[in-house]
């Protein structure tokens, strides 16, 4: 098929992969070629081409293994391994903190429920406090015998002293409504804090090639790509070499 | 005995045809280089036989090697030249310009040519197998 002889070739791939310098073949360039033809196979899996892959991606200058390809594979698939360690590691960092960020949400919640029925009963207490005064107000005027019994009872009932209860609750108002609006302020920030890590988590998760699953995609990786091409390329050159013959 | 003008060496390609090639663009290759003795000692030497090429391409190394040698130092010129020169449909044209170019043993048109191949394969894999399987039914007379 490659109707060039091996040292044009040869030559090809070195210029292409070593001394371009603005178009440099990669790995990947490599493996679809040796998918093409068996002559091409043998030629880009030769040792002089992956020797200096493995210089310049992972700067390995020494061959441990039996061909300088099967090394490449191996800092290759090391590489791959700690990246996805790496990824999931910080999956896992934001996911706690998400979690983290919803605690605190709840909890500033909770507390700003309790606040608000503190306010709440203060003021109850507050208005009631005011009926008093407004009973023993009136009752120096002259009023009808039933209205001046209900609010000699409204004034009898009441125990504490009027005047001091009514300021320390007017303060515990000023107070809850303070509270109130430094958790909300608070919560509002946990909240949006908690959706900046949402989105962060979204798109560190976000991989558009694992997510796509038809078994006819050709946007898989090239190993497993290699994998069905070489069977669809062994049909093919038996069918021309049959047809040569 | 060479004349004062520019002279001609003259080339025959595998289909028969005769074509003739500046001498300043004839040393570009070796080949032809080491031949040149011969040539200047005998007037009446026959065109030098490459079997291996054929017309269509010996005229485009020709048309390569008259204009490097006219413009050995412009290198702009030269570039620009080059970016054109290599602009084939399809890669069979350009096999044959790699043999024929290391046959002559131009070494620069090699490298351009060479580099060319190499910018082709990259990036691509499916239109790969296809167009490298155009070649193998080719014209096979003027390729090994």
């Known amino acids: ?245 | 005995m060479s004349s004062s003008g520019e002279r001609m060496i003259a080339l025959k390609s595998c289909e028969g045809d005769v074509v003739y090639i500046k001498e300043t663009g004839a040393v570009q290759s070796l080949f032809i280089r080491r031949e040149m003795k011969f040539i200047k000692a005998d007037p009446a030497y026959p065109p030098i036989d490459l079997d291996m090429i054929n017309t269509a391409t010996l005229n485009k190394v020709i048309d390569y090697c008259n204009h490097h040698a006219e413009f050995a130092n412009d290198k702009a010129a030269l570039d620009s030249f080059d970016a054109q020169f290599v602009e084939f449909d399809g890669n069979t044209s350009l096999f044959q310009l790699i043999h024929a170019a290391h046959y002559l043993k131009i070494y620069s048109l090699m490298d351009l040519t060479c580099r060319t191949l190499s910018q082709n394969i990259k990036g691509k894999s499916i239109a790969k197998l296809r167009r490298l399987s155009e070649n193998s039914s080719d014209n096979g007379e003027c390729l090994i």
Not at chain 1, 14 to 19: F, K, P
Not at chain 1, 214 to 237: A, I, V, Y
């Open chain 1, 1 to 245: 098929m490659a109707v060039l002889p091996d040292e044009l070739w040869r030559r090809v791939l070195e210029i292409g992969a070593i001394e371009n310098s603005l178009n440099l073949l990669t790995y990947k360039d490599l493996c679809s070629l040796s998918i093409t033809c068996r002559t091409l196979k043998r030629l880009s899996g030769e040792d002089f081409i992956w020797s200096s892959f493995l210089l310049s991606d992972f700067s390995q200058s020494r061959i441990q293994s039996s061909s300088a390809k099967s090394q490449y594979k191996l800092c290759f698939e090391r590489d791959k391994e700690k990246k996805a360690l790496a990824h999931k590691r910080a999956v896992l960092r934001i996911v706690s903190s998400i979690a983290e960020h919803s605690r605190r949400v709840s909890e500033l919640g909770s507390k700003l429920g309790k606040e608000v029925e503190r306010l709440n009963a203060a003021a109850l207490e507050l208005s009631n406090l005011r009926n008093v005064r407004h009973a023993s107000v009136a009752l120096n005027v002259w009023q009808p015998e039933i209205v001046r019994d209900r609010q000699k009872q409204i004034v009898e009932q009441c125990t504490v002293n009027v005047k001091s209860r009514t300021s320390a609750l007017d303060m515990e108002v000023k107070l809850c409504k303070q509270q109130i609006a430094a958790f909300d302020k608070a919560r509002r920030d946990e909240k949006s804090r908690l959706q900046a890590a949402k989105e962060q988590l979204a798109s560190v998760m976000y991989h558009p090639l694992r997510d796509y699953n038809l078994p006819s995609s050709s946007s898989c990786s090239r190993g497993d790509e290699c994998n069905s091409k070489k069977k669809k390329l062994k049909t093919s050159n038996l069918c021309k070499e049959t047809l040569n013959t």
